[in-house]
């Protein structure tokens, strides 16, 4: 079957399902393949349950007298349906990526052009090869600009997500010490990311550059629509670079634009600590170009709560946790370490948790990373995984194998007016420290 074909189809139904397990009447089910499982397996009882049609690449799947497409490669054919109905749109798409922060950047940047045009954008974290291509099926046909954001653990990833959504716009958020393992190193994340760069030079499109970002300026260079902004100590009334002062730092952010008429506004954010300066100031860098009015670009960031473990100030009776462990790097681990020490607040402890995927540099990292937790002066640092356990008896740190055995040790101790970071990768889940008493 020819794309436009299955496009027709999916225009009926407007629907997909890749999980026979939440069938939507009237989808199309995708049987897509995984390490573990072989959504060809389920194609039937999709149908079953309501599945307009099921396609799979696998024959031996097929009954006769049923709605089986036999395509080549689900997975293809899912990306190209997808491109197929980017096409159908005239709009700004624009891509974000980066080593750190691009969900809560996509957040905050969808949440202000939000306020001035119909808008979609990627739910949650889907940023892969399967959730970029769902994401851009989403869209309706009221949408006036899609954000899409990317993301990527090798190097390729980001130029075949490219091809996919063939966006017009990009953002790389910064350059960072993530997924060393598959990128190969902090040179291999540089290529890996600008990857969306080359795109948009090769495709004349419009990159976002933030100038107090290490390696993007230099990265971008030969890209001939380049918006620049940057933090300055006194705001620019020119046009750009575009300029956002910082007011405050904690406990929130504040910060200081200048609106349609040169006068001065103030937003006061829900966002802590300085690494997140530059995801607020990408929000409204593309809210003042998308000419976006900087009062309703004010009111969405003012509005944005951090949610899904993202920089979430939570209180526990007396004690306040920042509960920052959707993810980390060697990066966003020393940038969150170092704003935790600045903070006013005593006694502070940092909970920290192992990070993944820095293949040959996880003991290097893992063994820095403690060391400086260990010299900024907390009242306690404790360190949680596998990564930390060498480092943690050569420095005399409390350490336990995992979350579980974290949890009995502290909530058997007596904490008052304590402050907490708890940081760590996405696998070790040191959310479950609260499991059973709930978050506030």
Known sequence: MEINEL????????????????????????ALRGDRFDGNRYAGA????GAAYAIVDNAEVVEAGKNFILVEDVLLTLQQLARFH??????????????????TTKELVSAVLATHYPTH?????????????????????????????????????????????????GVITNIGKAHLEGFGGLEGVKRGKSELYRYLETHRGTVFVNMDEPFLEDLSQGISKRILYKVASEIQAEAYPISVKLSQAAPFLEVVVLDELGQEVRIKSHLIGHYNLNNL??????????????????TAIEAYIPRMNRSQVMQQGSNTFILDAYNANPTSMEAALRNFAALAAQPKVALLGAMFELGVESAVEHTRIAKLAAQLGFEQ???????????????????????????DWFWSQSWEDTHFLLKGSRGMQLEKLFEGRGKS
Do not use: W
Not at 94 to 103: D, L, R, V, W, Y
């Open 381 to 407: 640092v404790v360190l949680i995984g596998s990564g930390f356990a060498s480092v943690a008896e050569a420095e005399g740190l409390l350490f336990f194998e995992d979350v579980a055995a974290l949890r």
């Open 281 to 298: 100031l990408t929000a409204i860098a593309l809210g003042k170009y998308f000419k976006v009015p900087v009062q309703r670009i004010k």
């Open 121 to 169: 954008f990627t739910r949650g974290n889907l940023n892969n090869h399967i959730g970029v291509a769902l994401t851009l099926l989403a869209m309706s046909d009221q949408t006036e600009v899609a954000v899409i954001e990317m993301g990527a653990n090798a190097q390729g990833e980001i130029a075949a997500l490219c091809q996919i959504a063939e966006p017009t716009h």
């Open 46 to 49: 999709a149908l079953d349950q």
């Open 7 to 30: 496009y027709e189809l999916f225009q009926q139904s407007g629907k997909i399902s890749t999980d026979s397990r939440s069938i939507e009447s009237g989808s199309l089910f995708f």
């Open 86 to 103: 980017r096409r159908k749109f005239h709009i700004p798409v624009i891509a974000i990526t980066g080593s750190n922060g691009k969900t």
